[in-house]
Structures are given as structure tokens and as C-alpha cells.
T-cell receptor
């Protein structure tokens, strides 16, 4: 079974530029998550989709970050304009359930995209 | 706003058992205890989860205290490939959905 795919793996941009990350979840997984992981910290949830609807985006800085999940499959996360503090690894994860997060649901993570903002 | 407390780091020797502790004194009756680990340069991966009873799987065992305020992840024979950051996580309910909230975890070093 193929895992969660993300691209690109690495990205270097200058501040105020824009950047986009792509995620392809495990086939059949209804729920998709984007996390931000700053060096030395655990992942922080940015946004959670159930199919193509947003379940939780309370931690997403909406003035500069946006995300979409068209047709309930692939997803893109965009930052525009980027700031120095956005330097981090952006992780995508997916889980099977169609009922949103369940207490026993397992999340499967992709390898992440390492963003460096100069 | 992580609800768990873990040591920042631990060391073990290869082929010896490892006991990774976690305190979660504010756990509620319906909270599951999850463990994920993150190997270097990879995304986190699921290890094990439990509610009240001890749990075993091919990767590890989870021992849960009777009052559920603490738990221990047990790796029976550590290998060099087990060197990772281990996260002990409780789910939280926010905005009508449940989600994982990661803390900083425990960095496990395995010595050959």
C-alpha cells in the first residue's frame, strides 16, 4: 500500500515570496491533516479536512496560509507571503475514518517538506 | 497545550529493554493514550494506543497505570533503528472534532 506522498521535499525561498506544498493521501482515506513542525518541537496541527470540507483550521494563520482539498483527495497548502518564522517542516497526514477523528484512528504521515525562508 | 509530560531524553543500550514514561494526570475517562515516534528526517509513525488495559503489538507494549494518570511504553529489545523521538499523546476535543496534540516528546538514543 502506497503511503502519503508529499512534494517538494525541500524548498528554499526568500521572505515575502509565495510557496505551495502538495499532498496525496493514502487511497480511500477520508481525513487529511496539515501540520507544521518547527525545529525541536512536536508537530502542530494547522488544518484538518474531512473529505473536502474543513473540520478544524483554528491554528491556521489565515492572513498568509491557505489550504484546499479538491474532490476530497489531493491537497495543497500555500503560504503567501512567507515570513522568516515560517521556516519549518510541513507534514501531511491522513486517516481512514469518514467520521472525522475518532479516538482510535491512526494517522499516517508523509515525509514532510522542509521549508527554509531566507 | 499538550496534556502529557515526558522526559526530554533517554539513553539505552542495544538489545536491552527500554521503558519510556509518560505522565498524564489530567486524563479524562474517554481519553485514549497514543504513542507515535519520529525517526530522523521522517514523519511520525504510529506505535501503539490504549484506553485502560495493557496493550501489546509487534512494535511495543503499553503499560497503563490503574488510575490512568501515567503510562509506560516498553520496547522489549532496543535496536539502533529504534533511535527516535517518542511522543505520548492524548486526544483533545476542540471545535467539535478530536485531534492529536503533540508535545516535545522524548528523544531516545540507542548505544551500540
Amino acid at each position: 500500500e502506497a503511503g502519503v506522498a508529499q512534494s517538494p521535499r525541500y524548498k528554499i525561498i526568500e521572505k515575502r515570496q509565495s510557496v505551495a506544498f502538495w499532498c496525496n493521501p493514502i487511497s480511500g482515506h477520508a481525513t487529511l491533516y496539515w501540520y507544521q513542525q518547527i525545529l525541536g518541537q512536536g508537530p502542530k496541527l494547522l488544518i484538518q479536512f474531512q473529505n473536502n470540507g474543513v473540520v478544524d483550521d483554528s491554528q491556521l494563520p489565515k492572513d498568509r496560509f491557505s489550504a484546499e482539498r479538491l474532490k476530497g483527495v489531493d491537497s495543497t497548502l500555500k503560504i503567501q507571503p512567507a515570513k522568516l518564522e515560517d521556516s519549518a517542516v510541513y507534514l501531511c497526514a491522513s486517516s481512514l475514518t469518514g467520521q472525522g477523528w475518532q479516538s482510535t484512528d491512526t494517522q499516517y504521515f508523509g515525509p514532510g517538506t522542509r521549508l527554509t525562508v531566507l | 497545550d499538550a496534556k502529557t509530560t515526558q522526559p526530554n531524553s533517554m539513553e539505552s543500550n542495544e538489545e536491552e529493554p527500554v521503558h519510556l514514561p509518560c505522565n498524564h494526570s489530567t486524563i479524562s475517562g474517554t481519553d485514549y493514550i497514543h504513542w507515535y515516534r519520529q525517526l530522523p528526517s521522517q514523519g511520525p509513525e504510529y506505535v501503539i494506543h490504549g484506553l485502560t488495559s495493557n496493550v501489546n503489538n509487534r512494535m511495543a507494549s503499553l503499560a497503563i497505570a490503574e488510575d490512568r494518570k501515567s503510562s509506560t511504553l516498553i520496547l522489549h529489545r532496543a535496536t539502533l533503528r529504534d533511535a527516535a523521538v517518542y511522543y505520548c499523546i492524548l486526544t483533545i476535543t476542540q471545535g467539535g472534532s478530536e485531534k492529536l496534540v503533540f508535545g516535545k516528546g522524548t528523544k531516545l538514543t540507542v548505544n551500540p
